[in-house]
C-alpha cells in the first residue's frame, strides 16, 4: 500500500506546479500593468514605475514565476497591492472561518444525506424514497444563493431565529452552514441510496436474511459497511471542495471567509492576493482528493491487501 | 477495372459499411431512435416530463419577444418595486421593470450560456479525449497531466481567475467556462478510446490501411456518441449554475442584461422586502437545472448504463 501512496503523492507534484505556473500564466496576461490598473490612469508614471520595481514587476515573467514558487515553497505569496500586507497573514486570517463553515456544512451534509439515502434505499420505490429522492434532486439543482436566500429571508428575517448575516456566534454559523450543505446533502442522498440498493441484492444480504437476523441488522451490520465505501471517499472530496467553493455562502451571509476574500481581490484588482487564495485552495482541494484516495486504501480491504 | 483512387483494402471495409447501411436501412435508422425514445417515455415519465418543461423554456427563450408581456429593458420609475399583480404577474423591479419579462428573456441568457460553453468544451475535451486515449504514450500523458491540472481547480474560481483576466460580459463567460469544463469530457472519451481501439472493427479498419484520423472520427468517435450526449445534458446545467454563480458576484452577465444570476444578486438588496425579486430568477434556475437533471438521469438509462457504472 505504501508504494501507491508514494506514487499518488508524487503524482500531486507536477500537478501542483502545474496548477500555480496555469494561475501564474492567466493572471500575466491581464492587458495593461497591475499596478496602473490598481492605482487607475492618472497616477505619476514615476509612482507607477518605483511601485513596480519594488513588487518585481520589471523583471522578466520566468524570473518572476522562479520567484514566486520559491517565495510560495517557504509560504510567502507575496504581499497585497490593497492592502499593503502579507498575503499569506490575510489567508490565515479568514481560513479559521472557512474551515467552521466548511466542517459544519459537511456535518449538515452528511447527516441529512445519508439518513435520507438509508431511508430512500430502505422504502424503495415507495413515497418516502421518491419524496427524499425529489429534494435531494432539488438540493443538487438550487443554485446556493439560492438557497442562501431562502434560508436568510424565512428563518432570520420572518421567524427571526438567527442572525441575518455575520460569522461571531455559533448562531450565526447555523444558516450558512445548512446553505452550503444543502447542495452537498442532495449528492450524498443520491449515491447512498444508488449503493444501498446495490448492496441490498448480494447473496451474503439474503444469507444474513435467511439465518433470521432482523431488517435494522442487516442494513446497519452488513449492507451499509459496503455501501458507505464510496460514499466516505466522496464525503472527503466534498470537504475540500467545499473550503473552496464557500464563495456564494460567504458572500451572501458575509463570512469573513477565504472566498469572500477571492471576490474582493477581484473587485479590488489585487492580483496577489487572488493568485494567493486560488493556489491555496487548490491546494486544499489536492491535499483533499490525495486524503480521499489513501482513505480508500485503507477502507476497502481489498485493495488494502492487493498492494 | 480497378479503381487506383481508393485505398487499398478498401473495398471489404466499404463493403461491409454497405451491408450495415442496408441492415440499418431495414430496420430503420429512425425507428432505433424512435424505439429509445419511447423506451425513455415508458420507462421514466419524470425524464418525459422534464424534456417538456425544457422545450416550454426553449420556446419562451425563442419567442421571447412575442411572449413576455413587456419590453424587458423598458425602465418605468413610476412602477418600481411594485407587488405581483393581474398586470404584473411577479411585480416589478427597482427600475419598473416586468420581472416576468425579464425572467423570460433570462431564459435566453441562460439557455444560450447552457449550450454554447457545453458545447464548445466538450468538442476541445472529445478531440483531446480521443487523441489521449488513441495515441497513448506521450500524448497520452501530456494531455492527461493537463486535464489533471484543469480538475485539481475549483472550477468556480478558475472561472473568477478567467473573468479576472478577460473582464465580465457574456462572450467572456463563454470563453471561461468553455476553458474550465472540457477536462472530465476528456477523461470519459479517453478511458472509451482505450476500450474501443481494442476491439475488432478497429484492428480490421487498422489491418486494411485506413488512416488513423478516420479511424478515431469515422469508427471510435460514434461509438462515444450516447455517453456524450448523455454527459452533454449532465454538463449543460453546471454551466447554466455557474454562469448564474458568476453573475451573482458581480463578475458575470453585466446590467442591462436579463441574466438570471444578475437579477438574483440585484434583488438581493430588497430581499426582506420584495423577495420575489431574487426567488423568481432563483426557482427560473431550479426549475430548468432540475429538467436537465432529470433528462440526463433518464437518457443515461436509455443510452448509457456503462456511465452510470462509473
Known amino acids: ?307 | 477495372m480497378l479503381d487506383h483512387s481508393k485505398e487499398p483494402g478498401t473495398e471489404g471495409l466499404e463493403n461491409r459499411q454497405k451491408e450495415q447501411a442496408d441492415v440499418s436501412a431495414q430496420l430503420g435508422e429512425a425507428d432505433t431512435w424512435k424505439d429509445q425514445l419511447k423506451t425513455l417515455v415508458r420507462q421514466n415519465k419524470l425524464a418525459a416530463f422534464s424534456a417538456v418543461i425544457l422545450i416550454l423554456f426553449l420556446l419562451a427563450a425563442v419567442f421571447a419577444p412575442i411572449v413576455a408581456p413587456y419590453d424587458h429593458l423598458k425602465q418605468s420609475l413610476t412602477d418600481r418595486l411594485q407587488d405581483p399583480s393581474l398586470a404584473h404577474w411577479l411585480g416589478t423591479d427597482e427600475l419598473g421593470r416586468d420581472v416576468l419579462s425579464r425572467v423570460i428573456f433570462g431564459a435566453r441568457v441562460s439557455l444560450t450560456i447552457g449550450l454554447v460553453p457545453t458545447l464548445i468544451s466538450m468538442a476541445i475535451g472529445t478531440v483531446l479525449g480521443l487523441c489521449a486515449g488513441f495515441y497513448g504514450g506521450k500524448t497520452d500523458f501530456v494531455i492527461m497531466r493537463l486535464a489533471d491540472v484543469m480538475l485539481a481547480f475549483p472550477s468556480l474560481l478558475l472561472a473568477m481567475v478567467v473573468m479576472y483576466t478577460m473582464g465580465g460580459g457574456l462572450i467572456n463567460i463563454f470563453i471561461a467556462l468553455s476553458l474550465v469544463n472540457w477536462a472530465g469530457t476528456a477523461r470519459i472519451v479517453r478511458s472509451q478510446t482505450l476500450s474501443l481501439k481494442e476491439k475488432e472493427f478497429v484492428e480490421a479498419a487498422r489491418s486494411i490501411g485506413v488512416r488513423q484520423w478516420t479511424i478515431m472520427f469515422r469508427h471510435i468517435l460514434p461509438n462515444c456518441l450516447p455517453s456524450l450526449i448523455v454527459l452533454f445534458t449532465l454538463n449543460i446545467p453546471s454551466a447554466i449554475l455557474s454562469e448564474a454563480s458568476l453573475s451573482f458576484l458581480g463578475i458575470g452577465a453585466q446590467p442591462p442584461s436579463a441574466s438570471w444570476g444578475l437579477m438574483a444578486v440585484r434583488g438581493k438588496k430588497y430581499l426582506f422586502s420584495e423577495p420575489w425579486l431574487s426567488i423568481a430568477p432563483s426557482v427560473a434556475i431550479m426549475i430548468v437545472v432540475m429538467a436537465f437533471n432529470f433528462l440526463g438521469d433518464g437518457l443515461r438509462d436509455v443510452l448509457d448504463p456503462y456511465l452510470k457504472e462509473q
Open chain 1, 1 to 307: 500500500m505504501w508504494s501507491r501512496v508514494g506514487k499518488r503523492i508524487a503524482i500531486s507534484i507536477p500537478v501542483l506546479v502545474g496548477v500555480v505556473l496555469a494561475i501564474f500564466v492567466m493572471l500575466r496576461i491581464v492587458p495593461g500593468d497591475p499596478v496602473t490598473t490598481m492605482l487607475g490612469e492618472h497616477v505619476n508614471p514615476a509612482v507607477i514605475e518605483k511601485i513596480s520595481r519594488e513588487m518585481g514587476l520589471d523583471q522578466p515573467v520566468t524570473v518572476q514565476f522562479f520567484q514566486y514558487v520559491f517565495h510560495a515553497l517557504q509560504g510567502d505569496f507575496g504581499t497585497s497591492y490593497r492592502l499593503n500586507r502579507n498575503v499569506t497573514g490575510i489567508i490565515l486570517d479568514a481560513f479559521p472561518n472557512t474551515v467552521k463553515l466548511s466542517l459544519l456544512a459537511a456535518v449538515v451534509a452528511w447527516v441529512i444525506g445519508i439518513v435520507a439515502g438509508i431511508v430512500a434505499a430502505v422504502r424503495q420505490n415507495r413515497l418516502l424514497d421518491r419524496l427524499f429522492m425529489g429534494c435531494a434532486l432539488m438540493g443538487v439543482s438550487m443554485p446556493v444563493f439560492m438557497t442562501a436566500l431562502v434560508l436568510q429571508y424565512v428563518f432570520a428575517f420572518k421567524l427571526k431565529w438567527f442572525p441575518v448575516s455575520g460569522f461571531d456566534s455559533v448562531k450565526a454559523m447555523i444558516l450558512p452552514a445548512i446553505a452550503l450543505g444543502w447542495n452537498s446533502a442532495g449528492s450524498i442522498a443520491r449515491m447512498t441510496r444508488s449503493n444501498l440498493v446495490e448492496v441490498m441484492q448480494n447473496d451474503y444480504i439474503r444469507t444474513a436474511r435467511a439465518k433470521g437476523l432482523r431488517e435494522h441488522g442487516v442494513i446497519v451490520g452488513h449492507a451499509l459497511k459496503n455501501a458507505m465505501l464510496p460514499v466516505v471517499t466522496m464525503m472527503v472530496l466534498q470537504i475540500s471542495s467545499m473550503l473552496s467553493g464557500a464563495v456564494l455562502t460567504e458572500s451572501v451571509f458575509g463570512v469573513p471567509g477565504i472566498g469572500r476574500l477571492a471576490v474582493n481581490a477581484i473587485e479590488t484588482r489585487d492580483m496577489p492576493l487572488l493568485q494567493g487564495t486560488v493556489v491555496f485552495t487548490t491546494i486544499l482541494i489536492i491535499a483533499g482528493n490525495l486524503a480521499a484516495d489513501l482513505l480508500y486504501n485503507v477502507l476497502d480491504p481489498r485493495i488494502r491487501e492487493g498492494a
